[in-house]
């Protein structure tokens, strides 16, 4: 939790000090640049860190998503055989797997 808040709290703490420095004193360029990208990725890169350093929120975003694209792919397990199947009654809206074939 400390390494989360620290590197958030750090972006945000080096975007001000360089804002406010800036206005002070001449800074190199490439200083006013640099601050001026992590001014952009401060706004976007949070989840990005939360997702890297907290392996809980990590483990349930992941049963989130794999929930989502097992569900929209529409597989699911035969009991008998224990094989992973697709469920074609999703795609046509018949149910294949209860047809005989002739």
């Known amino acids: ?3 989360q808040s620290f590197a958030i709290c750090f972006e945000m703490f080096f975007v001000a000090i360089v804002y406010v420095a ?7 360029e490439f200083l006013t640049k640099y601050e ?4 952009i990725f401060v706004h976007g890169d949070t989840p990005i860190v939360y997702l890297m350093l ?3 929120l990590r483990r349930q975003v992941y049963e989130v998503v794999r929930r ?3 569900g929209s792919i529409g597989y ?7 094989r992973v199947q697709p469920n074609l009654s999703m795609i046509s809206g018949r149910n294949f797997g209860t047809q005989r074939r002739s």
């Open 1 to 3: 939790m400390f390494l």
């Open 22 to 28: 800036n206005s002070w004193v001449e800074l190199p």
């Open 36 to 39: 001026h990208m992590v001014l």
């Open 54 to 56: 907290n392996g809980t």
């Open 68 to 70: 989502q694209v097992v």
């Open 76 to 82: 699911h397990i035969n009991q008998r055989s224990q």
